[in-house]
């Protein structure tokens, strides 16, 4: 039954996107705001097909600052946050990398919509353009939008925060908004089956300007992560359990 919905869901969402952003390509003539609204209703439009055939829901937790500009730095496990993060933000200015700009129509969306494409094998070149981008970004009074560990990392997985998120941190001087997220649980990294359950989303505290690039990191990974053992306790369990082993 599991695969079934999951087919179900996946007719859906390819082909509404297709629509979507074949059928609304005009627009890639209007303002950038337009792009960004496009990107707003396509998330809304995922999560309700996911509950709608998958029987995926969601639970936000914390504040959300949509009042003030700010850097979201966000736990990516899997396609899901990337969706309902546009929708659920308002839209903000998304940092991704350079690939997915180059898909046909919803790459050039995403270019249109303001997203900042990262070539992650261009090293310091790639972080100096960044620091400019996320400037005109702020100067433009929009807050952005980040994964600090640069990839989907699957539950349970231990990966590097990257030191992307500290360059827009000290370029732009935002306060920085860390999310935590359990999506990966109902919808895996590139995996097809979608497993009906609740996604929970923790934003915390903001990290507020001015610390060091060693302060800032370690704290930045340390509220995610503790907030992840909280979100996926039996995870937390295991991993305890397999250091005392070691």
């Given amino acids: 039954m599991i695969l079934l919905r999951s087919l179900l ?9 297709a629509i979507l952003v074949i059928g609304c390509s005009p627009l890639l003539l209007a303002p950038q705001r337009v792009a960004s609204l496009l990107g707003m209703f396509w998330g809304a439009y995922t999560n309700f097909i996911l509950w709608l055939f998958c029987g995926i829901t969601h639970k936000i937790r914390g504040e ?49 919509s303001g997203a900042i494409a990262v070539d992650r094998n261009a ?15 702020k100067d433009m009074g929009r807050s952005l939008q980040i994964y600090p560990q640069g ?34 649980e109902c919808w895996g990294p590139r995996s097809f089956a979608k497993i009906p359950g609740k996604i929970d989303v923790s934003f915390l505290p903001k990290i507020e300007p001015g610390l060091s690039r060693k302060a800032f990191m370690a704290r930045l990974e340390d509220v995610i992560e503790t907030e992840m053992g909280r979100l996926t306790p039996a995870q937390s369990e295991a991993k305890k359990a397999d250091q005392n082993k070691s």
Wanted: net charge positive; aromatic share 14%.
């Fill in 123 to 137: 090293g310091m070149k790639a972080l100096k353009k960044l620091k400019q981008d996320a400037i005109a970004a």
């Fill in 151 to 184: 990839t989907r990392v699957a539950p349970g997985v231990k990966a590097d925060y990257q030191i992307g998120v500290y360059t827009i941190y000290e370029a732009t001087g935002l306060p920085v908004v860390p999310i935590a997220l359990n999506s990966g």
């Fill in 64 to 112: 959300t600052y949509l009042d003030e500009q700010v850097i979201y730095a966000a736990k990516h496990q899997s396609a899901w946050e990337t969706m309902h993060l546009c929708w659920r933000l308002n839209g903000p200015v998304i940092i991704l990398k350079k690939e997915l700009i180059m898909i046909p129509f919803a790459g050039w969306f995403m270019a249109r």
């Fill in 9 to 17: 869901f996946n007719i859906f969402f390819y082909v509404g996107t």
